[in-house]
């Protein structure tokens, strides 16, 4: 080989042990918390979602009871006007 060969295989090799170094730099400052945080983060964000689509639930079920009782409000008004004024209801 020559020696100008030997200088472009050592080039090559600086910037590849760089980039390796800059790399790892990188991946230490962007890595993600230990095992640890990450499980206690997933547990409180579990357990948030779990609070708020409990309240959902609780809220949906509000607003079904109360439909509820407006649709027994206009069935019973529909079968009263359906079955017209009763014999005791007629005045004289």
């Known amino acids: 080989m020559s020696d100008q060969q030997q200088g472009n295989g050592g080039n ?3 910037a590849f042990l760089l980039g390796a170094a800059a790399g790892a730099a990188l ?3 962007y890595a993600p918390a230990s095992g640890e945080d990450t499980r206690r983060a997933l547990g ?3 357990r948030e979602g779990r609070e708020k689509m409990l309240e959902a639930l609780r809220q949906g079920r509000g607003i079904l009871d109360e439909q509820r ?3 027994v409000t206009a069935f019973e008004r529909a ?5 017209g004024p ?3 209801d007629q005045d004289a």
């Not at 079968?79 to 079955?83: D, G, I, M």
């Open 27 to 29: 991946a230490l400052l």
């Open 79 to 83: 079968r009263q006007q359906a079955q």
């Open 12 to 14: 090559i090799l600086m």
């Open 86 to 88: 009763r014999d005791g």
């Open 44 to 46: 409180r964000r579990t």
């Open 69 to 71: 009782e407006h649709v």
